[in-house]
């Protein structure tokens, strides 16, 4: 089944991704979907269903992108500080064999 372009939600769906971005807005991109979803009451329950579940995928995915991120930074974080106390370390060291 095909619909005319005009007749899509594009932009609200748009928005609805934009907002999936951020996992503190998924609620409102939530209410936004809601929207995506009752302008495509016309279409086949099989349609809707791939829909819901291609949408339910898009936040999974951007939460665990959002983890995983988080992650990075503090194994960032901990390599830098690791990094930080080695050179600490070596100055400490070469000075301590200067001083003998």
């Known amino acids: 089944m095909s619909y005319p372009t005009a007749s899509l939600p594009v932009e609200t769906l748009t928005e609805c991704i934009e907002l999936a971005k951020d996992p503190k807005a998924h609620g409102e991109a939530e209410q936004a979907f809601a929207e995506v979803k009752h302008d495509l009451e016309g279409a086949s329950s099989e349609t809707l269903a791939v829909v819901d579940h291609l949408w339910q995928e ?4 951007r939460r665990s992108a959002a983890f995983w991120e988080q992650i990075s930074n ?4 901990m390599t830098e500080k690791i990094a930080a106390d080695h050179f600490q370390l070596k100055r400490n060291y070469l000075r301590l064999m200067q001083e003998q």
């Open 74 to 77: 503090v194994e960032r974080s």
């Open 58 to 61: 898009l936040l999974t995915a």
